[in-house]
């Protein structure tokens, strides 16, 4: 499983910073998928202190046009967890209590915790059974910073910044445990 965030730079002198790809393949959760009754339940999180920020391969994939040093990076690491206060919040959150519309392919209601807010959200979620033990669910979507009670770093009075706008995607690969309840899995 695997979710990447797309930061972006702003700001009047917003040539001068990077942009930024985020990810975690940390995630940990579970989903409770019945479909001969049309039953689904999820609930995930991230440990937002293992937040890789950068990583060179998903740079590249990403098509990123400009090369953070190991100083930039562990600087914007720094500044993501004292914006996001993850001291006091360390996980981002996302309950489905109930999933069933993924079963018809319709969009999912699911709450999104981070920064101590709870938001509703509609997500478009794909999902493919891809072998009678392992369900692949994927889908992307966008969040404000400041939605969420974030702001979002800057420096020289916003001349250079972090956009308040993040792009989200994720791939949750779930297997099915003991008792026929898909989970979580790192791939």
């Known amino acids: 499983s695997q979710i990447l965030i797309k930061v972006r730079r702003g700001g009047l002198m917003a040539k001068l910073g990077h942009d930024h790809i985020v990810s975690s393949d940390q995630l940990q959760g579970f989903i409770q998928l019945d479909s001969a009754k049309g039953l689904c339940e999820a609930a ?26 190991a100083a930039d990076i562990a600087g914007t690491k720094s500044n993501m967890l004292k914006s996001l206060e993850a001291h006091l919040f360390p996980f981002a959150q996302m309950r489905s209590s109930d999933c069933s519309n993924l079963l ?10 981070l920064h101590g807010v709870t938001l509703r959200r509609q997500l478009s979620i794909n999902w493919q059974q891809v072998s009678p033990q392992t369900l692949v669910a994927s889908g992307s979507f966008s969040i404000l910073q400041s939605d969420y009670g974030i702001t979002a770093f800057s420096i020289m009075n916003g001349l250079i910044k972090v956009e308040d706008r993040l792009d ?20």
């Open 104 to 113: 018809a392919g319709d969009r999912v209601a699911v709450e999104l915790e």
């Open 44 to 69: 995930f999180f991230v440990p937002l202190g293992l937040l890789e920020v950068d990583n060179q391969l998903l740079r590249e994939q990403a098509q990123m046009d400009t090369e953070p040093s």
């Open 168 to 187: 989200i995607s994720f791939q949750v690969t779930a297997a099915l445990d003991r008792v026929n309840r898909p989970r979580a899995t790192k791939k």
